[in-house]
């Protein structure tokens, strides 16, 4: 009887299965996805014979093929020359009929164990308990670490040649070993990656991994700080010993100043013990280990003097913020598969001051707009409208009175004639946000630090000039005034003395406010015209702006 009821399960559970693999292979969606560019040509071309909308998708059927792409892809103008069905998705058909067959199933196999007092449940559940009990973990125990597979390549970074040369060096000796063992060469033990956040460190790292095409091992200088003494230097080991069982291989440490401090008699047993053996391993690498450190940081200043002299990283390669023209490569790779029209040189032009990572934010929520508009390709305007939203964060305009939005517009209007008079880099300026300009670290001359000074002045400037005070909206830009006046000052040498006063500062800053009121007084028809735009659209363009210079000057 028993053998009975269980030949009857398993012939419904295969009658099951072969429902539902027929049920899958004939409504399943064998449609395939394209491209908005792809979708536009068919419907040019006039070999679309059907056209069906559902909620996801809209489907193109053709003599050769049949195709999809999202909806929020395309428009209804698209469609005008073509009679439009509306359609369901297949796949709902498949999930209530699996769903209906899951049911029936489910039923038999009930009745089924409850004739049997739900025996199997309780063993499972006592297996179940046993595994659990076997398997916990102890308290700090140690993962096994494994090598992840890199799919970044050289060719997927932009810019950085100079960074790509250094390291391809590495790559050549981990291919060709015997080559520079002949000439006496040696495999540099560690690799220090030094540079600000966001320029693309740790993607530099795993693009070294995949062209030299050896295990990965990834490790954030964090996952080394631990709770249990002892833990974290025992973590350190079973690094290195993984990456020398599976040599020749590359160990990244990410954030090596996390674990690799200066030892500055202020105790802490466990960092210093995983600083330690960090130290032990990479001295203790023999010649030919074929296993290779690479670190990244962006406080080399704090790492301890012990894990910078030679022997440990013997080349340090520092990747600075992306030049103009490295913008630009970085910007042409993002934007390969990013439909659009706009000469990739004047968003370079638009973007001083961001890293990689920020760049790659910006294309994206470029695309991500031109989308939420419906548009068919990014435009240079879609940039325009999402730059400070990367740089600054999206900020939205607080409820003002009508008094505070004529002060706030005063202000944002003194700042932006400034700025153009001044040629300082920016392409637009929004009435809600008050940073006009980003802070950069490079050189400058005395003249161009003073001209960023005065554009910072010039909003109090026009607002003490038409309403004889000016809000707090001021206290930032007043703020990053001042330090700057103080480092021209006490850092770059550019006060009257190398040891100026006090009170040379407030000179300073008094005599480039009066130049900046005089300015602004010199040109309030243009200030005016400037109010009116900000007054209508809240935002104006530096080539708006200019405009308007130019007719006066």
Do not use: W
């Not at 125990?141 to 060719?155: N, R």
């Amino acid at each position: 009887m028993l053998e009975s009821k269980t030949n009857r399960i398993a012939l419904f559970v295969s009658a099951f299965i072969i429902i539902a693999l027929v049920l899958f292979a004939i409504l399943r969606d064998n449609s395939q996805a394209i491209s908005l560019a792809q979708a536009q040509e068919l419907l040019q071309s006039r070999s679309v014979k059907k056209v069906v909308v559902t909620k996801k998708y809209v489907f193109l059927k053709t003599d050769t093929g049949y195709y999809k792409i999202p909806s929020s892809q395309v428009t209804p103008k698209m469609f005008i020359n073509y009679k439009v069905e509306v359609g369901t998705e297949a796949n709902i058909l498949i999930y209530i009929l699996f769903f209906v067959l899951f049911l029936g199933l489910g039923s038999l196999l009930f009745r089924y164990l409850q004739k049997r007092d739900f025996k199997l449940f309780e063993s499972v559940e006592s297996e179940q308990a046993g595994s659990s009990s076997a398997g916990t973990a102890l308290p700090g125990e140690s993962s096994v670490i494994e090598a992840i597979k890199s799919d970044v390549s050289f060719a997927d970074i932009g810019g950085i040649s100079d960074v790509k040369m250094e390291l391809e060096e590495i790559i050549d000796f981990m291919k060709n070993p015997k080559r520079y063992k002949s000439f006496g060469a040696r495999l540099p033990k560690g690799v220090l990656l030094v540079g600000p956040p966001g320029v693309g460190k740790t993607m530099i790292a795993k693009a070294v991994a995949h062209e030299a095409e050896v295990p990965f091992y990834y490790q954030s200088g964090a996952s080394f700080v631990q709770i249990y003494v002892g833990m974290g230097a025992k973590r350190v080991h079973e690094l290195f010993k993984a990456a020398k069982k599976n040599a020749p291989s590359i160990i990244f440490i990410d954030e090596i100043d996390a674990v690799g401090k200066k030892r500055d008699g202020n105790r802490n047993d466990e960092r210093e013990a995983t600083l330690n053996q960090l130290l032990t391993e990479m001295d203790g690498f023999e010649g030919s280990s074929g296993v290779i450190v690479v670190a990244a940081t962006n406080k080399i200043d704090v790492l301890d003097s012990a894990l910078l002299r030679a022997g440990r990283f013997d080349r340090r390669i520092f990747v600075e913020l992306p030049t103009k023209k490295e913008r630009e490569a970085i910007l042409s790779k993002y934007l390969e598969k990013v439909p659009h029209e706009l000469d990739v040189k004047v968003v370079a032009n638009m973007t001083v001051g961001f890293n990689g990572a920020s760049l790659a934010a910006l294309v994206n929520e470029a695309a991500l707009l031109a989308l939420r508009q419906n548009d068919f390709h990014v435009t240079l305007e879609h940039f325009y409208q999402v730059k400070d939203k990367v740089m600054f964060g999206k900020k939205k305009l607080q409820m003002l009175s009508e008094k505070q939005k004529a002060f706030r517009v005063t202000y944002q209007a003194g700042k932006v004639l400034v700025a153009t008079y001044y040629d300082l880099p920016f392409e637009k300026l929004m009435l809600s946000n008050e940073k006009l300009t980003p802070q950069t670290d490079e050189p400058y001359i005395k003249q161009e630090l003073e001209s960023r000074v005065r554009m910072l002045l010039s909003g109090m400037a026009s607002c003490d000039i038409k309403y004889s005070e000016h809000s707090n909206n001021a206290k930032e830009d007043l703020k990053q005034a001042k330090e700057i006046v103080e480092k021209m000052c006490n850092d770059y040498g550019m006060a009257s003395s190398f040891l100026p006063d006090t009170k040379e500062q407030g000179l300073i800053l008094e005599r480039l406010y009066g130049e900046t009121k005089d300015l602004l007084l010199s040109m309030q028809e243009i200030v005016n015209k400037i109010e009116a735009v900000l007054y209508e659209r809240e935002s104006i363009s530096k080539n708006e702006v200019k405009s308007y210079l130019d007719a006066v000057l």
